[in-house]
């Protein structure tokens, strides 16, 4: 079975613009979470979604937002990028929104603020 | 929300050694904790979870150790090999509040052949 798919892979863009990350779960999988992971820390989480509804928000600016689709594939928008924003954003999934179970993570996409 | 930190940002080991990698998490209501692995270039990979009524998981290999009295779990990877060099994070949950996960910077584990 395939793993969660993130993309694109990498992107490249400057200060100002926005940018939409897109990510697959795996399948049967209906929650998705998005991660920030700047160079050098762990992941910071941004944003749960399950079954279309938001079931967390970590501590970003309303610059982020997401969605998830009836397919449970999920975006996350980042709106007037500034120079910090550049991290890896990785996107994980699990079967349902408990809190006691693993996330399996995608290979991220790579996000570079010119 | 709690911070989860690693004893150690780096450890360094020879082939065939036995690897212990330190983690304390600092909210006593978390009752769930993972150890992810990260490679160069890719996305964490689960490796062991435990729960807060147990002290002991063991995996192929890896072992997770919970003390629950001093907010402290370990993970020893057995018979060390070149192909666990990585980063390792631990995970804190508590899954009767909100479901966010908070993970430590990571020890870089090297294994020299």
């Known amino acids: 079975d395939a793993g969660v798919t993130q993309s694109p892979t990498h992107l490249i863009k400057t200060r100002g613009q926005h940018v939409t990350l897109r990510c697959s779960p795996i399948s049967g999988h209906k929650s998705v979470s998005w991660y920030q992971q700047v160079l050098g820390q762990g992941p910071q989480f941004i944003f749960q979604y399950y079954e279309k509804e938001e079931r967390g928000r970590g501590n970003f600016p309303d610059r982020f937002s997401a969605r998830q689709f009836p397919n449970y594939s999920s975006e996350l928008n980042v709106n007037a990028l500034l120079l910090g924003d550049s991290a890896l954003y990785l996107c994980?999934?699990?079967?349902?929104?408990?809190?006691?179970?693993?996330?399996?993570f995608g290979d991220g996409t790579r996000l570079s603020i010119l | 929300g709690e911070s989860v930190g690693l004893h150690l940002p780096t450890l360094s080991v020879q082939e065939g050694d036995n690897s212990i990698i330190n983690c304390a998490y600092s909210?006593?209501?978390?009752?769930?904790f993972i150890w992810y692995k990260q490679e160069s270039g890719k996305g964490p990979q689960f490796i062991i979870d435990?729960?807060?009524?147990?002290d002991k998981r063991q995996g192929q290999r890896v072992t997770v150790l919970l003390n629950k009295t001093v907010k402290h779990l370990s993970l020893q990877i057995a018979a060390t090999q070149p192909g666990d060099s990585a980063v390792y994070f631990c995970a804190d949950l508590d899954s009767g509040g909100s479901y966010i996960p908070t993970f430590g910077r990571g020890t870089s584990l090297i294994v020299h052949p």
């Open positions: 909210n006593s209501a978390s009752d769930y």
């Open positions: 994980a999934s699990s079967r349902t929104d408990y809190s006691n179970q693993p996330q399996h």
């Open positions: 435990i729960r807060s009524n147990m």
